[in-house]
């Protein structure tokens, strides 16, 4: 099918698809249109990665919209939201706006509803519908991208519900569910009462096989000789040979620690092969990397870059990401080292993918897991760019003969897992029971059981009663913790109607709400970290060896500061848990003492978007918790704000009105407070001299940081720099802008 044949989109949109090269729909694609995925039909299309699912998505939502709807599309990371909202951008000649939804889960529900594709993060779309959204009312489609994904332990459950709370509350909606292939596409479709295209088509041809010995052992049962040499690892052997034939390689390890050292090590065989020319590009992309952060991670990666290889992981920061991924296209960087959590979803395909660890360490099981077929096939399918690779290559690599048939049978050969629902957890249930329940979606048990029944996790069990019996569970735990009444109706007290909307754990607002409670005035910013840093919504930091020790002296000598009462050593898992709290809590300390990123990211072990990652999250639940403070009149509402701007803004209490201007920063605010601007008023009305000396010489941003705080006449044009306030042995070029607030970096779900 021919997309000039295509009919329900805006006008011109078949003509542009044309000219982006999109001239025959690929066989899923035209699948999907022929079981109406263009006039309204549900759908799932379970195809393999780099088939043209986008494509699917698209047609679907520019056929809503120009049947008067809106469209939703749910993407499975927060990192993705922004990349995929820039690629619809593209269909905005034609008449339709797009928005994406990121921030805070409580703000800008309202500003989106002047949009007509929506972009956001499945907790984004929960919170929004929970915060009354009214727009939700004028979808005619949603999306969920990579739904298979509703089988993750944590983040699967409220993708489920949130399609199911959708799909309840508008009639009709269509609902297209993208997916990679999976064992049970034809459940998900029964779900959603779905047409389905499951297909094996893929635009470039794939081999797969394992690496062993000297030889690539192929799935169509040809060896081919692949050498090794003394010292060099298969990897290494792989890339260097990938680059003989002038293709460059993804490969796939299970951590951001091995994915930097993999990308150091192979940069020495990709270096050998580079011209001058492209050693002096590298060179530059590898400046632009260093001024996006001023970070250890940064300055590795910059290194790695410099010698045409890179790694690409949740810890960088999405201004690195969108440099490697670039340099991967342009093909100036030739290896990339990846964590599969991001690379699922990004575009770089490769002549060759190499999934070098097919096990990762799993926290809930204690140790190494083999990763699932479905995840190993998704990087499998990365191999092959269409158009410009006579065909993609995927290998697993194994040092002993036996792994070799082992290898097939476990990833060549299989079929990849069945989907299955894990909302029957309860961390899960209490969240989303106490939502339903608050939105008034469900005003009785029986109301709620009948809500529940339309989750996947319905059509999958065959166990009657377990579903009732969990909620009853949860409902019992919301009725203890005051956040619902179950008296003849069920309803949601003012403060469990608080919580929902919060959008925060159930069981994460009872801890609060318990320290809040004994909070005095001892209770320092430190205490009130922790607070947040216990609950269940903070991914606290680990404990490393020696951490406990170290921890453990400064909880003693710091209990007092820390709302709530510590558990005793011998509960072992309660007091770790705690020990991991203060940790946690210190590095937001450190972050408020102003210590720079990269004195932070070395002391805790940690790249730069997990310290974004970690403040962000506490500045949220400090929100949090200052409005159940405020909810329940408690007096340290005060102490628990100050907390939360000192851990948004990352400075000390001084610093506080300063850092709030915007484009100021934390950096910006010291600089112009040792130059003796203290306050907002004191910049509205400052001496321009000394503003410009403080912002080292920076006129651009002194304007605006000028015109931000309401000085009368920022303008800099002859405005000569203060020396005296200029930074200690600071240049105009010299310290790089990093830690400043307002770069976008989002900590991901790693
Ligand atoms: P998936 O989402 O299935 O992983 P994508 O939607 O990212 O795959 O598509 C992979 C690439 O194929 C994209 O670069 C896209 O532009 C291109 N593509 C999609 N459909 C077609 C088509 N019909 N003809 C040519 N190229 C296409």
Known sequence: MRVTDLTGLPAGVPEHLEEEGIEELYPPQAEAVERGVTEGESLVASVPTASGKTLIAELAMLAAVERGGKALYIVPLRALAGEKASEFERFERFGLSVGVSTGNYESDGERLANNDVIVATSEKVDSLVRNGAGWVDELGCVVADEVHLVDDAHRGPTLEVTLAKLRARVSDLQTVALSATVGNADELAAWLDAELVDSDWRPIELRTGVHYGQALHLDDGTTRELPVERGESQTAAIVRDTLRDDGSTLVFVNSRRNAEGAAKRLASVVAAELSTAERADLAEIADEIRAVSDTETSETLANAVERGAAFHHAGLAREHRELVEEAFRDRLVRTVCATPTLAAGVNTPARRVVVRDWQRYDGDAGGMQPLDVLEVHQMFGRAGRPGLDPYGEAVLVTDDHDGLEGLFERYIYADPEPVRSKLAAEPALRTHVLATVATGFATTRDELLDFLDGTLYAEQTDEAGRLASVTD????????????????????????????????????????????????????????????????????????????????????????????????????????????????????????????????????????????????????????????????????????????????????????????????????????????????????????????????GRRKTAESVLAAAGHPNPEMDDVRADPDAAPEGATEAGESEAGERGQASLGDFE
């Open 473 to 696: 569970d949860v409902l019992a735990y919301l009725d203890a913790n005051g956040f619902v009444d179950r008296g003849e109706d069920l309803r949601a007290t003012e403060t469990g109607h608080l919580v929902s909307r919060l959008y925060v754990d159930p069981m994460s607002a009872a801890e609060m709400i318990h320290g809040l409670r004994e909070a005095d005035e001892e209770t320092t910013p430190l205490g009130f970290y922790h607070l947040v840093s216990r609950t269940p919504d903070m991914y606290e930091l680990y404990l490393r060896s020696g951490d406990r020790e170290t921890y453990t002296d400064v909880l003693y000598e710091r209990e007092a500061e820390i709302p709530g009462s510590t558990p005793s050593e011998f509960e072992d898992g309660a007091f770790e848990d705690w020990l991991a709290a203060l940790k946690t809590a210190t590095l937001m300390e450190d972050w408020t003492e102003e210590l720079d990123e990269e004195r932070i990211a070395e002391r805790y072990g940690v790249g730069p978007g997990d310290i974004r990652g970690k403040t962000e999250t506490a500045e949220w639940l400090l929100g949090a918790a200052e409005r159940l403070a405020g909810e329940l009149d408690l007096d340290c509402v005060r102490a628990v704000r100050d907390a939360r701007k000192r851990v948004d803004y990352g400075v000390r209490e001084e610093l506080l009105d300063l850092a709030g201007v915007r484009g100021v920063g934390r950096k910006r605010a010291r600089r112009l407070y040792r130059a003796g601007v203290e306050d907002r008023s004191e910049l509205r009305n400052a001496d321009k001299a000394i503003v410009l000396g403080a912002l080292r």
